[in-house]
């Protein structure tokens, strides 16, 4: 699948769809989580108020349509597919740029946390239907924590290795993924921490489709 450069650029064009797609609806997930038992202390928030409380009465019927936790769920199933789409997206740019010494490290360590974020979001959101199952969700928020931590880091080393390599924009939101988890949890809920990534890889993936800046993403030896 990822041999063929019809295949790649399909791949490239989902993850800039997806980046998109997890843009707008990673916030409906955030509003159905307010109407949550356990989500409605995230209100308490001053930012997440100031745009989830009117966003949320001007979206009211996107939001109640059925009981808080289907819709909490509903919504959460949607982030398998953004996972899935950059995962794809940065194995295609991997095997594109043929990297060596520390990049071809912090390849493995980013690959290796979306494949497991991606296995911990079906785990999370497709295991369960209609209500909230508790002891599933501490069992896989435990499991998810490492997951994330690896993700976040893994996404934030690779980001300034390919800084150093002359990628920029996509590099930037690689390598202030981190950073930026305290700025986007104090805003929306937990699970938009990825859109760095999915817009990082959705960025190269556009690239990929439209067989633009070719040179970008080769690797760049470094300069001594």
Same mark, same amino acid.
């Given at each position: 699948m990822f041999e063929s450069r019809e295949?790649? $650029?399909r791949i490239g064009r989902l993850a800039w769809v997806m980046a998109w797609v997890a843009l707008v609806?990673?916030?409906?997930?955030?509003?159905? $989580?307010?109407?949550?038992?356990?989500?409605?202390?995230d209100l308490d928030l001053p930012l997440t108020a100031f745009w989830a409380e009117p966003a949320g009465d001007a979206l009211r019927p996107l939001l109640d349509w059925a009981s808080p936790d289907a819709v909490y769920l509903t919504y959460?199933? +949607?982030w398998l597919p953004v996972f899935v789409a950059f995962t794809l997206c940065a194995f295609v740019v991997r095997r594109r740029r043929q990297p060596v010494g520390v990049e071809k490290w912090a390849w493995r360590v980013a +690959? *290796?946390?979306?494949t497991l974020a991606c296995v911990a979001v079906a785990a999370e959101y497709w295991a369960q239907w209609g209500a909230m199952n508790d002891g599933l969700l501490e069992v896989v928020f435990l499991?998810?924590?490492p997951i994330m931590l690896l993700t976040m880091l893994g996404s934030s080393f690779l980001g300034i290795v390919l800084l150093r390599r002359g990628l920029r924009l996509p590099a930037w939101l690689l390598a202030f993924t981190f950073p930026l988890v305290l700025v986007i949890t104090a805003i929306t809920s937990l699970g938009n921490v990825v859109l760095p990534i999915a817009f990082a890889f959705g960025i190269l993936g556009r690239r990929v489709a439209l067989?633009?800046?070719?040179p970008e993403?080769? *690797?760049t030896p470094v300069a001594a």
């Open positions: 295949a790649q $650029r609806v990673g916030q409906l997930h955030a509003l159905a $989580r307010h109407q949550t038992e356990d989500g409605k202390a959460g199933k +949607l +690959l *290796t946390g979306y499991a998810s924590v067989a633009e800046q070719e993403l080769q *690797t």
